[in-house]
T-cell receptor, first 115, second 111 residues
Framework: AQSVSQHNHHVILSEAASLELGCNYSYGGTVNLFWYVQYPGQHLQLLLKYFSGDPLVKGIKGFEAEFIKSKFSFNLRKPSVQWSDTAEYFCAVRTNGGSQGNLIFGKGTKLSVKP | KAGVTQTPRYLIKTRGQQVTLSCSPISGHRSVSWYQQTPGQGLQFLFEYFSETQRNKGNFPGRFSGRQFSNSRSEMNVSTLELGDSALYLC??????????FGPGTRLTVL
């Protein structure tokens, strides 16, 4: 069965530190890739997505992610985090192409940014 | 545009009861998906509806069911509630089956 792994359960950084959150998936076919963020008390919001083309994807709030097909990875990066980036981050994969639209989520990574 | 709305936001039920949750998608979105979020299992796909038809179903028992109306609004129903059904139930709508926009969720507590 397809699965998504997020390597870190909880990451703690100081403001201005660089961020990289790992995401790997297990599926050999075509995938669409997503990162969602859930700020405390808020609902899931889309950060960025990859469907095709340039494997380096830029999203909102200065986030970017790189799709490396050979490594089945889609890591999220931000050069300099802010306290307001404190949230839980979810990687998600959509497989099966065509009409089926369900997402398979990783377990999430909690990011705590110290001011 | 208004976002995805879910009602009620919080619900407390007892074991054996049934519950119905409602979701109104973003205007113009015809695809609605439901997910269950728990601390242990994370986010798990329940089902997807498009044009009143269930297109895809996750690995949940038959106690979990749903439907979609002609105006794209969707409901999910859980019968014979169990303690393990306590979770945040998320609804997501999509204009194209690809990008999903999530609502705030309904927090269900089963006592």
């Amino acid at each position: 069965a397809q699965s998504v792994s997020q390597h870190n359960h909880h990451v703690i950084l100081s403001e201005a530190a660089s961020l990289e959150l790992g995401c790997n998936y297990s599926y050999g076919g075509t995938v669409n890739l997503f990162w969602y963020v859930q700020y405390p008390g808020q609902h899931l919001q889309l950060l960025l997505k990859y469907f095709s083309g340039d494997p380096l994807v830029k999203g909102i709030k200065g986030f970017e992610a790189e799709f490396i097909k050979s490594k089945f990875s889609f890591n999220l990066r931000k050069p300099s985090v802010q306290w307001s980036d404190t949230a839980e981050y979810f990687c998600a994969v959509r497989t099966n192409g065509g009409s089926q639209g369900n997402l398979i989520f990783g377990k999430g990574t909690k990011l705590s940014v110290k001011p | 545009k208004a976002g995805v709305t879910q009602t009620p936001r919080y619900l407390i039920k007892t074991r054996g009861q049934q519950v119905t949750l409602s979701c109104s998608p973003i205007s113009g979105h015809r695809s609605v998906s439901w997910y269950q979020q728990t601390p242990g299992q994370g986010l798990q796909f329940l089902f997807e509806y498009f044009s009143e038809t269930q297109r895809n179903k996750g690995n949940f028992p038959g106690r979990f069911s749903g439907r979609q109306f002609s105006n794209s609004r969707s409901e999910m129903n859980v019968s014979t509630l169990e303690l393990g059904d306590s979770a945040l139930y998320l609804c997501a709508s999509s204009p194209d089956h690809f990008t999903q926009f999530f609502g705030p969720g309904t927090r269900l507590t089963v006592l």
